[in-house]
Nanobody
Framework: QVQLAESGGGLVQPGGSLRLSCASS????????MGWYRQAPGNQRELVAT???????NYADSVKGRFTISRDDAKNTVYLQMNSLNPEDTAVYSC?????????WGQGTQVTVSS
């Protein structure tokens, strides 16, 4: 059973930065892909960024140039560096890991961008 634990969320002012972490209980190298998703109140969950085992990266258009996804296989952790945050980025951010036909999700971490 894979467990994912997100951390790093919080309250930040517009224009600020946060770095989210997603720590896996197992080796992340075994996952076909990992990604960050977010869900704002009243909205559907949406993809933010993904990174594959081979290092291919994909970003939502709304975060391109501001967010960076990365992985540290030695620490079994995936990161999401978020810069130039704006109120529209406010959401619960969740980590997802794809292993074969299974998807695993973390519990999520709240990010609130407000002055």
């Amino acid at each position: 059973q894979v467990q994912l634990a997100e951390s790093g969320g919080g309250l930040v002012q517009p224009g600020g930065s946060l770095r989210l972490s997603c720590a896996s209980s197992g080796s992340i190298f075994s996952f076909r892909a990992m990604g960050w998703y977010r869900q704002a109140p009243g909205n559907q969950r949406e993809l933010v960024a993904t990174i594959t085992r081979g290092g291919s990266i994909n970003y939502a258009d709304s975060v391109k140039g501001r967010f960076t996804i990365s992985r540290d296989d030695a620490k079994n952790t995936v990161y999401l560096q978020m810069n130039s945050l704006n109120p529209e980025d406010t959401a619960v951010y969740s980590c997802r890991a794809s292993l074969g036909v299974y998807d695993y999700w973390g519990q999520g971490t709240q990010v609130t961008v407000s002055s």
